[in-house]
């Protein structure tokens, strides 16, 4: 079971997460605990799952934002937020609405005493009520990549405003689809409220915005890429990104962008809105060890009297 103690900088819940994994080990609980820092618990989860039973992270609070609230949603059970930020219950609530991650305030009797032992003891009942509660929510959630969402397109290389791809958005709407348009930015994917209902989500974005740091995070939304040719030389490289992902890339050819004055005759591409349908309502997540697997940890040896060490 994944924890994760939010206060207003990390400071207290790490001290709180400290003093419970003394508790634990002090009363030889057969449970299996540890504690560490967000960022850390995030990164190397795949090293902590199957090692133990209860794992405690702290950090600030407001480290939950809509573009990371994949990660908590999908890697946390319990966000158990300090009395003295309670007032961000709700919004925090709100971010992960959907995802099957219990979110409430922790008591003020658990945390303010810094008892170790007499946290854990009100937090260990609590614990397995929650566990029970986020495997009901868990239930009534969808596996498949789309869900109840709608298509998101990323085109890269392009302009909203290019007449190539207005052509494409004239066609969709005469077909009876609503084409939302927007720029791109892994806050704006995450975190939008449209006005107006829409089935196809288009971000027109620079290549430069496509990084490896934020890239697993990109490819939980997008459903597809559109790219031009002239785009920058390095997307070739990073069509493989998506390839490891298995989201369907879509190149033009430079004579099919330069006909019509640059109009494109959509109707000829009917099969690429296809293909997206279809990638994104039966792709379920993959997460490709390359990308999400961290690291093995280097050990460090040393040889001939301790006079020399590599790892």
């Known amino acids: 079971m994944f924890i994760y103690v939010g206060c207003s900088g990390g400071m207290t819940s790490s001290m709180f997460c400290q003093r419970i994994i003394k508790a634990i080990e002090k009363v030889n609980s057969p449970l299996r605990a540890v504690y560490d820092d967000v960022g850390t618990i995030i990164r190397r989860k795949k090293e902590f799952e199957g090692h133990f039973d209860l794992v405690f992270a702290y950090g600030g609070i407001n480290y939950i934002e809509p573009y990371n609230a994949y990660d908590f949603g999908t890697i946390f059970d319990v966000v158990f937020i300090a009395p003295q930020m309670r007032h961000m219950t709700k919004s925090k609530q709100e971010i992960l609405k959907d995802y099957p991650v219990v979110v409430k305030d922790i008591g003020m009797k658990t945390f303010g005493t810094m008892d170790g032992e007499t946290a854990y003891n009100n937090l260990l009942d609590e614990l397995i009520g929650l566990d029970y509660e986020r495997s009901y929510v868990s ?10 969402k709608n298509i998101e397109l990323l085109v890269l290389g392009a302009n909203k405003e290019d007449s ?36 196809i989500r288009v971000l027109f974005g620079s290549s430069d915005l496509v990084n490896k740091e934020d890239f697993p995070k990109l490819t939980r939304r997008i459903d597809s890429v559109m790219m031009m040719p002239f785009a920058n030389p390095t997307l070739e490289k990073k069509k493989q990104w998506f390839s490891d992902y298995h989201i369907p890339v879509f190149i033009f050819s430079a004579s099919n962008v330069a006909i019509k004055n640059g109009e494109a005759d959509a109707r000829r591409y009917d099969d690429i809105l296809d293909d997206i349908v279809y990638q994104s309502e039966f792709t379920r997540e993959i997460s490709p060890a390359e990308w999400e697997t961290p690291p093995p940890k280097k050990i460090k040896k040393t040889a001939l009297f301790g006079l020399i060490s590599w790892e």
């Not at 239930?139 to 109840?148: A, F, L, R």
């Not at 720029?183 to 975190?191: A, C, H, W």
């Open 139 to 148: 239930m009534k959630h969808p596996e498949t990549k789309n869900g109840d």
């Open 164 to 199: 190539f791809f207005k052509s494409f958005f004239d066609y969709w709407g005469a077909r009876g689809l609503r084409v939302l348009v927007e720029s791109y930015s892994l806050e704006t994917l995450y975190d939008f409220h449209p006005a107006e209902t829409f089935d």
